[in-house]
């Protein structure tokens, strides 16, 4: 099980690494500069690191509220320390409800 | 990735996400605003990430979660490359003199704790 548990978590970590290496690249085009591979596995660890610490942060802050389903509400729960980080996160959580509101016109605004 | 499509109209009213795996032969160069919004994280790669490190496999995720963690990691990771360049710059990212600047691994570990910190 352990043995097939490690290649899944290779694989994640693999998905994980090409799409950060894709937000580098388009960060990287924004400034003019680039990044060396090295500098993109490392930086695919952190996010790996990010992802274990926020995964847990969310489970046990839907649990609190006694629900079993991770909402907006937790997510926008993660950035209660940094008060920009929460505007950016709840005009996404404003938008996402606004397209649902509307979702039968197919219109949408940028 | 989703394939280069012709028309900017068919870009313009279809907002759907491509959940499909990208092949590695997809390279696509972001040439409006349109296109970049769209570089993310794919919602079902984020949904099996978090799954994978959740203690109680009862939990579950609504779409609009996974998609305002996609933003936060998103943020979280861009963030990282302009504070890079910004700290080897001297507190400018958007320095004239970036051409040909190699982002090494020192200089990621130089903005990680406080990275960590902010999010």
């Known amino acids: 099980m352990s043995a097939a548990d490690d290649t899944d978590q290779e694989r994640l970590k693999s998905a994980l690494w090409y799409h950060v ?37 969310l489970e046990n802050f839907a649990k609190h509220a006694n629900r079993s ?12 320390k940094n008060p920009d980080l929460h505007g950016l996160l709840q005009k ?8 649902r509101a509307e979702k039968s ?3 949408s605004k940028r | 990735m989703p394939p280069k499509r012709p028309s900017k109209a068919t870009e313009e009213d279809s907002s759907n996400r491509r959940p ?30 978090l799954k994978n490190f959740m ?11 996974t998609k305002t963690v996609g933003k936060y990691m998103h943020l979280f990771l861009t ?4 504070r890079a360049v910004s700290n080897r710059r001297d507190g400018d990212p958007w320095s004239r003199t970036n051409a040909g600047l190699m982002l090494e691994v020192e200089d990621l570990e130089k903005i ?8």
């Open chain 1, 92 to 99: 996404v959580v404003d938008e996402e409800a606004a397209a």
């Open chain 1, 105 to 107: 016109s197919s219109k």
């Open chain 2, 20 to 49: 499909r795996e990208p092949t590695n032969a997809a390279r696509d160069e972001p040439d409006n605003e349109q296109e970049e919004r769209k570089l993310t994280i794919p919602p079902e790669l984020l949904a099996k990430l």
């Open chain 1, 21 to 57: 290496g894709k937000l580098v690249d388009e960060a990287c085009m924004n400034l003019n500069v680039n990044a060396t591979p090295q500098f993109i596995g490392s930086l695919t660890e952190l996010a790996w690191v990010q992802f274990d610490n926020i995964a847990k942060d």
């Open chain 2, 55 to 65: 203690e109680d496999e009862g939990t579950k995720i609504s779409g609009a979660a």
């Open chain 2, 112 to 119: 990680t704790p406080q990275l960590l910190l902010d999010f």
């Open chain 2, 79 to 82: 963030e990282a490359v302009y």
């Open chain 1, 69 to 80: 389903t991770i909402s907006t509400a937790d997510v926008l729960l993660l950035a209660r």
